[in-house]
């Protein structure tokens, strides 16, 4: 005898795409971490590296 227990056949067919949502949703969140990162870096290199040669006294 078998048994089965609590979840049915459509709650285990919709986990995986929940999974997936939340992958998705990660990665998506990681690159605007990444491309937000990226600009406050160049950023700063061009602060650091800007001197103004008007001003040469």
Known sequence: MVLTVGLSSTTMASHPRRRHR???RCLL???RLKTRCY???R???ML???HDD???D
Do not use: Q
Request: charged content about 30%.
């Open 48 to 50: 650091l590296c800007w």
């Open 54 to 56: 008007a001003v040469s």
């Open 39 to 41: 600009i406050l870096r």
């Open 29 to 31: 969140v990681l690159k």
């Open 22 to 24: 939340r992958r998705k």
């Open 43 to 45: 950023c700063i290199f």
